[in-house]
């Protein structure tokens, strides 16, 4: 699968470029368009229970989309629900990755995308203690709320970071999860801040420059005040 991304950055769609006979995942209503002789099958991908991890768990769908190109080959055009940028981000055996909960699109055939349980740590972050592992080889597709930002970190370099702009990072990483200000809820509500992420490299870093839970909390403040 190749991966092209047009109207970037901030309505951007990304055009998967499939082989005869190849594959792809899709996140269930994220597809835009499909060129001719493209099917389509829809199920809970690796059985109910799979499907429960997923949609329950990892907030994503329950079924999964299964695009396959015909012998002539084709394409499959995806988008996420929320406005900004895509990026194709790819997988390897010896670097899996862990992708938080809405930050998954597609994946090509060699990827294996599956709920996984990021520590109570995430859960008492406030963006849900499940995500997405993926591993194997081949490329994942993800979608953010604004632009993307990618840190990589040196061997022994710390960053902090907002949970809620967290989008994937490199599952070989050390992290902890915790307060804004250490130890103080209080001085946490103050700030504005809630729970943070500190990372250290080596290893790499993907960001959203908007976070969804702020955004969703002023439409609703904004919506019930209108």
């Known amino acids: 699968m190749k991966v092209q991304l047009r109207h970037n950055p ?4 990304a055009r ?7 594959p792809m995942r899709v996140e269930s209503g994220a ?28 907030g994503e769908s329950f079924f ?3 695009f396959t190109a015909p012998a002539a080959g084709g394409w499959v055009d995806v988008a996420p629900a929320l406005p900004g940028d895509m990026l194709s981000l790819s997988i ?3 670097r899996p990755y862990f992708i938080s909960r809405g930050g998954w699109i597609a994946n090509s055939h ?28 081949g490329e994942v597709v993800l979608g953010v709320f604004g632009a993307i930002d990618v840190i990589d970190l040196a061997p022994g370099e710390p960053v902090t970071i907002d949970t809620g ?11 902890t999860i915790r307060r804004a200000v250490s130890g103080r809820s209080l001085q946490s509500l103050k700030s504005g801040e809630g729970f943070v992420f500190d990372f250290v490299g080596p290893g790499r870093v993907l960001l959203q420059t908007r976070n969804p839970g ?13």
């Open 110 to 137: 060699g990827v294996t995308v599956e709920a996984k349980w990021g520590g109570l740590a995430n859960l008492f972050g406030g963006e849900g203690g499940f995500g997405l592992r993926a591993h194997g080889d």
């Open 64 to 66: 999964v989309s299964t």
């Open 165 to 175: 702009h967290v989008v994937a990072y490199d599952l070989a990483m050390n992290f």
């Open 92 to 94: 390897t055996q010896d």
């Open 214 to 226: 702020a955004f969703a909390a002023w439409a609703g403040s904004s919506a019930s005040s209108g």
């Open 16 to 22: 998967c470029f499939l082989a005869g006979g190849e």
């Open 31 to 58: 597809m835009v368009a499909h060129s001719a002789g493209v099917t389509l099958a829809a199920k809970a991908e690796g059985g109910i229970i799979a499907g429960l991890k997923r949609s329950v768990l990892a």
């Open 10 to 13: 901030s309505s951007t769609i």
